[in-house]
């Protein structure tokens, strides 16, 4: 016999108190903290709970008896629903206030290490159409909101493309308007969307494993580029002519589109670092300015989704590492090259180190089209080739700047930075939690000597935090 569900309580008039992880408010009852999603402080709620632990809960909110003052109104029809954008209900003022916070807690909490005064979070000019890059998934299985499921609203097509839902690998909420990006992205996206539906493309079933349009990427760029990768799963002769009819429909109507690329993806997985991408129309990259330097970026090329955020980022990282022109600097997780070929005209050489062979070639070409000549630039895994015989190769580092993925740096490179001693480091993260962590694995030896947030993504609880320590 199946065993009866708990109900789970309402909780009534609380109000929310703070900003937590993850875009949630907090509201604490007695030793209760309870998280809530969409919601301010300042709020008034009736909330009912969906998980209970013994010492905190999830909720959501079913009532507003009173809206905070400090609440903003969403400009986005989609949320509450999409999963990004969470803290659209928060004055921008506010959400950077919460994220100097955020990372001052973590550092201290986690890292435990002793800091300065921080220096004040660097916001956003652009708070909307912000982003370079855009990913979009394709599903036989639309998204039915709870509204759309109240009102019993019935749906010819069930097609959807635009983003997956949070706990819902398989399923894809349709977006008609994204402010992220300029509004290209809405004009391709739509386009695609309604071709599909007039010439019956089928669209992907994650389960199956079937369906031709499975993904779109649109990157855009300060020099006026535009580019647009479609990932298919094309399975059978039919379905190739479909996708080079898609592809040609693509370059006819856009001829803004610089670079019109594809690739066939018939793994488990939207990951395509493994697979060959065709050039249909225009280039295999494009390229973005930066303080008068031109990187190339390839559509599997890392490269900061903020381009104006990411000079500001960039500069602090640079004024952090103090060059005089006499630095052998080391640059790890080095990606296209950006930080590297950014600070080498203040350094004697640098050299960078990423796991991603295309990254890496993309690197050597914007050290060469910008006649850059004192880079070198390492392909592989970060943790095996940074090690003891590497540093005695190509010298110690007088400047260490690193900026790994969420996850931070494997205990491997953190080993081999404190023996190569370098005087100063320089690290950038887009994790204050794993940030905090490395920072007291490296504070034996080495003190934090500033730090200063970066906002790069708008109306989200990330943040990019720069930290400048000396060796003691």
Same mark, same amino acid.
């Given at each position: 016999m199946?065993?009866?569900?708990k109900?789970l #309580?309402?909780?009534?008039n609380?109000?929310?108190?703070d900003v937590a992880?993850?875009g949630?408010?907090?509201?604490?009852?007695?030793?209760?903290?309870?998280?809530?999603p969409?919601?301010v *402080?300042g709020d008034?709620?009736?909330?009912?709970?969906k998980?209970?632990?013994?010492?905190?809960c999830e909720?959501?909110v079913?009532?507003?008896?009173?809206?905070?003052?400090?609440?903003?109104? *969403?400009?986005?029809?989609?949320?509450g629903?999409?999963g990004g !954008?969470? &803290?659209? !209900?928060?004055?921008?003022e506010e959400?950077?206030?919460y994220k100097?916070?955020?990372v001052?807690d973590?550092?201290t909490?986690i890292?435990k290490?002793s800091?300065?005064?921080?220096l #004040?979070?660097?916001?956003?000019?652009?708070?909307?159409?912000?982003?370079?890059?855009?990913?979009?998934?394709?599903?036989n299985?639309?998204?039915?909101t709870?509204e759309?499921? @109240?009102?019993?609203?019935?749906f010819?097509?069930m097609n959807?493309?635009?983003?997956h839902?949070?706990?819902s690998?398989?399923?894809?909420? *349709?977006?008609?308007k994204c &402010?992220l990006?300029?509004? =290209?992205?809405n004009k391709i996206?739509?386009?695609?969307?309604?071709?599909g539906?007039?010439?019956?493309?089928s669209?992907?079933?994650?389960r199956?494993h079937?369906?031709?349009?499975?993904?779109?990427?649109?990157?855009n760029?300060?020099t006026g580029?535009?580019?647009v990768?479609?990932?298919?799963?094309i399975?059978? #002769?039919?379905?190739?002519?479909q996708?080079?009819e898609?592809?040609?429909y693509l370059?006819d109507t856009? #001829?803004e589109i610089?670079?019109l690329?594809?690739?066939?993806n018939l793994?488990y997985?939207?990951t $395509?670092?493994d697979?060959?991408?065709?050039?249909f @129309?225009g280039?295999?990259?494009i390229?973005?300015?930066m303080?008068g330097l031109?990187?190339?970026v390839?559509?599997?090329?890392f490269y900061?989704?903020?381009?104006?955020?990411?000079?500001?980022l960039?500069?602090v990282?640079r004024?952090f590492?103090?060059?005089?022109?006499?630095?052998?600097?080391?640059?790890l997780y080095?990606?296209?090259g950006?930080?590297?070929?950014f600070v080498s005209?203040k350094? @004697?050489?640098v050299?960078?180190?990423?796991y991603? *062979?295309?990254?890496?070639?993309?690197a050597?070409v914007?050290?060469e089209?910008?006649?850059?000549?004192?880079?070198?630039f390492?392909?592989?895994?970060m943790k095996d080739?940074?090690?003891?015989?590497? $540093?005695e190769?190509?010298?110690r580092?007088?400047?260490? =700047?690193t900026d790994p993925p969420?996850?931070?740096?494997?205990?491997?490179?953190?080993?081999?930075i404190l023996?190569?001693?370098p005087?100063r480091?320089?690290?950038?993260?887009c994790?204050p939690a794993?940030?905090a962590?490395d920072?007291a694995?490296l504070?034996?030896?080495?003190?934090v000597?500033?730090v200063?947030?970066v906002?790069?993504?708008?109306h989200t609880?990330?943040?990019?935090?720069?930290?400048m320590?000396?060796?003691?």
């Amino acid at each position: 016999m199946a065993r009866k569900r708990k109900e789970l #309580p309402i909780l009534e008039n609380i109000t929310i108190t703070d900003v937590a992880a993850e875009g949630k408010a907090l509201a604490r009852i007695e030793d209760l903290v309870v998280f809530v999603p969409y919601a301010v *402080p300042g709020d008034v709620v009736d909330l009912q709970v969906k998980k209970k632990k013994h010492h905190y809960c999830e909720a959501e909110v079913i009532r507003f008896h009173q809206y905070s003052e400090k609440r903003a109104t *969403p400009f986005c029809q989609h949320f509450g629903v999409c999963g990004g !954008c969470k &803290w659209q !209900c928060l004055p921008y003022e506010e959400q950077i206030k919460y994220k100097q916070k955020q990372v001052y807690d973590n550092l201290t909490r986690i890292g435990k290490v002793s800091l300065p005064e921080m220096l #004040p979070i660097l916001g956003s000019v652009k708070t909307e159409a912000y982003r370079n890059k855009l990913e979009f998934g394709f599903s036989n299985k639309r998204w039915i909101t709870p509204e759309e499921i @109240k009102n019993g609203t019935q749906f010819e097509n069930m097609n959807a493309v635009g983003f997956h839902t949070s706990g819902s690998f398989d399923k894809i909420l *349709p977006i008609e308007k994204c &402010w992220l990006m300029d509004d =290209i992205n809405n004009k391709i996206r739509n386009a695609i969307r309604d071709y599909g539906y007039k010439k019956g493309l089928s669209f992907h079933d994650q389960r199956e494993h079937a369906g031709l349009l499975r993904n779109m990427m649109i990157r855009n760029s300060n020099t006026g580029e535009l580019m647009v990768l479609m990932q298919f799963c094309i399975t059978n #002769p039919t379905e190739q002519t479909q996708a080079l009819e898609l592809m040609q429909y693509l370059g006819d109507t856009f #001829p803004e589109i610089t670079s019109l690329l594809y690739v066939n993806n018939l793994k488990y997985n939207d990951t $395509i670092g493994d697979l060959d991408v065709i050039t249909f @129309k225009g280039n295999d990259h494009i390229f973005l300015e930066m303080e008068g330097l031109k990187f190339k970026v390839g559509p599997k090329s890392f490269y900061q989704t903020n381009t104006d955020q990411a000079y500001e980022l960039y500069k602090v990282a640079r004024d952090f590492a103090g060059l005089t022109g006499n630095e052998l600097v080391y640059d790890l997780y080095t990606g296209t090259g950006t930080i590297a070929n950014f600070v080498s005209r203040k350094a @004697k050489q640098v050299i960078g180190i990423e796991y991603v *062979p295309e990254a890496i070639e993309d690197a050597r070409v914007n050290s060469e089209i910008n006649g850059i000549t004192n880079t070198l630039f390492f392909a592989g895994d970060m943790k095996d080739i940074l090690n003891k015989d590497f $540093i005695e190769e190509y010298g110690r580092p007088d400047i260490i =700047i690193t900026d790994p993925p969420r996850a931070g740096m494997h205990q491997d490179v953190i080993n081999t930075i404190l023996f190569a001693e370098p005087k100063r480091i320089v690290y950038v993260s887009c994790n204050p939690a794993t940030q905090a962590r490395d920072l007291a694995a490296l504070d034996e030896k080495y003190k934090v000597c500033a730090v200063r947030p970066v906002d790069m993504f708008p109306h989200t609880q990330h943040v990019e935090n720069v930290v400048m320590l000396e060796k003691r």
